[in-house]
Each structure stands twice: as structure tokens, then as C-alpha cells.
């Protein structure tokens, strides 16, 4: 098709088209298909362009009162297609447009509609990013007619001159962003006339000014160019170089102050694609803006998958705490609740567990957790409560505890060490490490003792306290399983035909790869197995890792698509264990609102 003109412009009572087709010039076979969009790293010198101005009756955008369109399509400074056309709104147009404009309803009397104009203008636009003065006004109208008239909006990409023209030019350069002042400004060649074709122009010479002024800024990509068109801060503005040369590949990133020290460290699938967020309108956090105002750069570690990118965060923020990651992230905050090694054992909460620990239960991630489950216990077992350092060769005067039968007082002697292991300790480490039936039974019982007795707050409690404790068994039987295999290998399929690999010792991610498409898995798990970090057994149910590490894989190796390669021993779980009450606990947190820091 070549190009064609239907009379000037300005010609009354005629629809005036002229569209003229890429292949003029000699871009036909440039490789890019028709409907696809720009891409965030193409420059804006090989973007291509469709600048958009729309006359309008006045109205609201609801799919009609466009009376003009007029569309130029620009690549690297050259014109590379014209659409003008009038369009019949369907409606009067207010004497007030028709003084602003020129535009009279015998000139749209004999123009298509809308409904007929659309296809013509989706096509122009199909490829191209959409540029208009003060946009979000055109692309209302249009949007607004796809959906009156059943056309698809193609969603393009949108650069607003008007919010560029913001970023770009301070109000000492000039008073307003209006289209004729900035056509003043930069002096263009088209000047605007409120006419659609006219006003087109004079914003693709705008656009031209603006896009020069933007090398100053590190402007020099599509997506650089919209982001930069939004709210970003000076530091923002400022560091965004920050983010260039970066991978974009999954891994970890670490924001770096002046002297080394990290600031931040996050993970992502796409290192470089996520970095650059933080230097858009996107982010709004107070403590990053804090964090990227210190920052000076960022380094990148590439890692296999997307595990092995969660399991280095962990370690890291682990290692050097950084200060402006949120502090539940921290795994040295985990609390345990164990009983203590001594004649007659008591719960205690602690932060890390010694070999000689009888039982325990956890990760907590709060004290106020921890504090509920140890209540638990203690409702439904006769275990002390005192800190004291019992002796057993002296004693020392009985609590209230004791005097309310809450307590067996073995710090008087009223009780002697095994009557005190077979009534209290062995139940209790039962009930953390294997099956906590023995805590169920009396917690129930007590809650339904409280609401007969219509004593519902009081019930309410101890529920809160049931569900402590069997989230915790949970938890940490899950756990357990894991880390009781000495080696564990498994592979998940990735999206395009290769697999992901990870070889997991004692709970501890001990080594990860990626086999691309077509290159078989298995030589690249003995790779991995023969390279794999060695991991010595320690104590305790998360003997050789963080319990978010452990965590993370087991997530990992409980999804559908993940397959079990081979493992040292068997994978297992207690017959009678807490998994088993998951119906209950799902119906114990439902019946309450759950804190933030009792979620797991």
C-alpha cells in the first residue's frame, strides 16, 4: 500500500487520512514482529514512536466526543508516517470548542465515527510506544472507545511529554509545562493550533528537544525514559547509575556503603531488573531512600537457581546484619523452648540450644510465642515454673503455684526425681519431640470446661495456647525430618527444559547448579555432589543450618514439580507426630486473628 492524501488538514467536511507505511523507508524486514512491544533496553534512538493528539468536545472520556485525531510516527528524528483524520463524535461540539479549535459540526458532519477510525489507528500503533502531552487524557478517550466499540486496548508502552518536560526543565527555564510553551522554549518548527495533526507535530519536535536533554540525566533507554518521566527523588535520579552492568540473571545483590559495609542485600530472578526498581516512582519506602542515599554500589552474585539466590540472602544477612533489612529477617532471632538439664528440668526460652538439651521445641518468632507454647505445657503438665537452681540436697520455700496444686514442689522435697520424670518430664519431652496427644487432650478438655462455664475470654486463651504448640511441633518435626539426611539430591524442571539441581546435607543447601536444555542432568548432579560444601552433623533439629535456610529448601522440595533424585536414608516423620493435628490448628488460628510475629 502507498501512502495517500485525502485533501489538506484543514479541509472542511472531509475526512482526511494519510497514512504512510514504514516500507517507504525502507524498514520493512527489521526483524520486529507486529504486536511486539518495546523493549526496556532499547534506545530511544531505535525506538520507534507514535506521538497522538486528540481534539475532544469537552466531555468526560466514555468512548465518544472525539471530533479529531492526529498521529505521528517518528524513529531516530525521521517521520516515518502520518494518520489525520476528523472524526463525526455522534454529539453536538459546544460553541466554546468550536472557538478553541475551529472544528464546527458541518466539518465532522461527513467524517467516520470512531468505531470506523479505530482499526486504521490501532494498526498505526501496533509496535510503537504511544507519546502524547499530558497522556493519560488521550489514552482515557481511546481506551474508553476499545471498550464502547469492542476493540482490544493494545496496553502500548506511554511516555508523557508533559511529566518528561517536569523532570527535565526547572521553572527557571520555564513558567508552565504547557504544549505552547514548550514549543516556545525549544523553538520547534510546528508551532500548536488546538489542531489534532497540527499539535501532533509540534509534540514530536517537543519530544526531540526533551530526549536531548535526557544524556545528561543517564537517560538513554525506553525504560530509563519512563521511569525517569515519574516521581523519582533527586537520590534517586542520582544513583540510578548504580544499577547499570548489573546481570540479569537470578542471584543475590548487596548495597554497599562508602567503606564496604552492606547496607541491603535482596535476591531476585533477574538481578539487574530488579535493582533498577529501586530507582523508579515504584519505590516509595522511607528506610530505602535512607539506604540508596549511602549506597555507592552495588555487587552482584550470580547464583544457579533461585534457591541457591534465598539461601545466600539468608547467609549473608546472617553474617553481616545488615541495617536496613527488616529485622524479622534475621535468623539469630529464632527462640527455642527446651527443658533444661538438671534434677528437675523446667522450660526455659533460649536462643541456642547445648548438646546436652533434653528436649526442645521450636524456632519461635517471638518470645510472646514461645511464652504461649510453655504455658501450654505447663496447662496440661506438672512441670515448675521457678528459675531457681533447684538442689537436691537443700531446699527452699514453695511458690503460690504450689499451694494452688499447680505445682508438685520439688523445691521443698514434696516430690521425688523419678515421680517427677514419669508425671512431668517424660510426658513433656514426648509431647515436644514426638506426639503432643498427651497436650491436645488437656487442652481441649480445659476449653471445653471454660466455655460451659460461659467463661469464653478465658477459653479463648488457652486455644491461643493450642495453637502455640502445635504449630511449633510442627514446624519443627518437619524439620527434624530434613535435617536427619545426611545427603539429599533433587531436581526441579525449569520453563525452558533444563533442570534446576540442589544437593541438600543435614538441612544445608551444600550445593547448586543449573543443567541448561539439553545437556543431561545426572553428570551435572555427580558435579555437584563431588564440589558440594562437606556439612558435619551438630545437635539439635536444625543441626547444621538457620531454620529459614531449612525452610526455604523444604518449600523447595514440596513443590509438585520437584523430584527427589536420590537420598542417604529414608525421609521420614514421627507415625503419631504433631502433623497429624493440622486440622486441628487450622481451625485454632481461623477462630482468632493471628499476630504478625506468630506467623511462621
Known amino acids: 500500500m502507498t501512502g495517500v492524501s485525502y ?21 520493512a524486514g527489521d526483524g520486529s514482529s507486529a504486536g511486539d512491544r518495546p523493549d526496556d533496553g532499547l534506545s530511544l534512538r531505535e525506538t520507534t514512536f507514535v506521538v497522538v493528539d486528540l481534539e475532544t468536545t469537552g466531555g468526560t472520556p466514555d468512548g465518544g466526543g472525539i471530533t479529531e ?52 489507528l490501532l494498526e498505526f500503533l501496533r509496535g510503537a510506544v504511544l507519546v502524547a502531552h499530558n497522556a493519560p487524557y488521550d489514552v482515557g478517550f481511546l481506551r474508553a472507545a476499545c471498550a464502547r466499540h469492542g476493540y482490544d486496548w493494545p496496553n502500548p508502552r506511554v511516555l508523557d511529554t508533559a511529566a518528561l518536560a517536569r523532570r527535565v526543565l526547572t521553572r527557571d ?55 525517569f518521566a515519574k516521581a523519582v527523588t ?46 523508579t516512582a515504584a519505590e ?33 544477612i546472617a553474617a553481616h546484619a545488615p541495617p536496613y533489612n527488616r529485622r524479622s529477617k534475621f535468623p539469630e532471632r529464632m527462640l527455642w523452648l527446651k527443658l533444661t538439664a538438671e534434677p528437675y528440668p523446667r522450660l ?6 547445648a548438646p546436652d538439651d533434653e528436649a526442645y521445641l521450636g524456632p519461635f518468632n517471638s518470645r ?54 514419669r508425671r512431668a518430664v517424660a510426658p513433656a519431652r514426648t509431647a515436644m519431640m514426638d506426639d503432643p496427644q498427651v497436650l491436645v487432650d488437656a487442652l481441649l478438655a480445659r476449653i471445653e470446661t471454660l ?60 550445593g547448586a547448579a543449573t543443567a541448561a536444555p539439553g545437556v543431561p542432568p545426572r553428570p551435572v548432579l555427580d558435579l555437584v555432589r563431588a564440589t558440594a560444601e562437606t556439612v558435619l552433623p551438630g545437635h539439635g533439629p536444625v543441626p547444621s543450618a538457620s531454620a529459614e535456610e531449612t525452610e526455604r529448601i523444604l518449600s523447595w522440595l514440596d513443590r509438585p514439580e520437584t523430584r527427589l533424585v536420590e537420598t542417604s536414608s529414608g525421609w521420614s516423620a514421627p507415625v503419631r507426630g504433631a502433623e497429624r493435628f493440622r486440622g486441628l490448628l487450622a481451625r485454632a488460628e481461623a477462630a482468632r486473628p493471628q499476630l504478625p510475629s506468630e506467623r511462621t
Open 69 to 120: 485525531i492526529g498521529a505521528v510516527k517518528v524513529r531516530g528524528g525521521e517521520e516515518l508516517g502520518v494518520l489525520a483524520t476528523l472524526v463525526n463524535p455522534g454529539e453536538p461540539i459546544p460553541p466554546f470548542i468550536t472557538v478553541l479549535t475551529g472544528i464546527t459540526q458541518a466539518m465532522v458532519a461527513p467524517a467516520p465515527s470512531i468505531e470506523q477510525v479505530l482499526p486504521s
Open 284 to 316: 516509595k519506602r522511607a528506610r530505602i531512600s535512607e539506604m540508596l542515599a549511602a549506597a555507592e554500589r552495588v555487587e552482584a552474585i550470580e547464583c544457579a537457581h533461585a534457591l541457591e539466590a534465598e539461601v545466600r540472602e539468608l547467609r549473608l
Open 348 to 353: 526455659s526460652v533460649v536462643r541456642d540450644l
Open 451 to 510: 466455655a460451659a462455664a460461659q467463661r469464653y475470654e478465658e477459653a479463648a486463651v488457652v486455644r491461643s495456647r493450642l495453637a502455640a504448640v502445635l504449630r511449633a511441633a510442627v514446624r519443627m518435626q518437619r524439620l527434624v525430618g530434613l535435617t536427619r539426611i545426611a545427603e539429599l539430591a533433587a531436581a526441579r524442571r525449569t520453563p525452558d527444559g533444563g533442570w534446576d539441581i540442589a544437593v541438600v546435607r543435614h538441612g544445608r543447601l551444600a
Open 173 to 227: 527555564e520555564v513558567p508552565n509545562r504547557k504544549l505552547g510553551t514548550l514549543a516556545a522554549y525549544f523553538r520547534t518548527p510546528h508551532q500548536p493550533t488546538h489542531r489534532a495533526l497540527d499539535d501532533a507535530r509540534a509534540t514530536v519536535d517537543v519530544l526531540h528537544g526533551l530526549i536531548a536533554r535526557l544524556g545528561s540525566h543517564r537517560v538513554e533507554t525506553l525504560g530509563d525514559a519512563i521511569e
Open 368 to 421: 510472646r510465642t514461645a511464652e504461649l507454647a510453655a504455658a501450654a505445657i505447663h496447662d496440661a503438665l506438672p512441670l515448675r515454673q521457678c528459675t531457681h537452681r533447684l538442689s537436691l540436697r537443700r531446699t527452699i520455700p514453695a511458690c503460690a503455684l504450689a499451694e494452688l496444686g499447680r505445682c508438685p514442689a520439688p523445691c521443698e522435697g514434696r516430690i521425688s526425681v523419678p515421680e517427677y520424670e
Open 234 to 279: 533527586p537520590i534517586q535520579r542520582r544513583k540510578r547509575h548504580l544499577a547499570d552492568g548489573l546481570p540479569r540473571v537470578p542471584g543475590v545483590y548487596v548495597f554497599r556503603a562508602a567503606d564496604g559495609r552492606p547496607l541491603y542485600v535482596g535476591t531476585s530472578g533477574d538481578i539487574a531488573t530488579r535493582v533498577r526498581s529501586y530507582f
Open 7 to 27: 485533501g489538506a488538514p484543514n479541509v472542511p467536511a472531509v475526512a482526511q487520512l494519510r497514512y504512510v507505511q514504514e516500507t517507504l523507508h525502507g524498514l
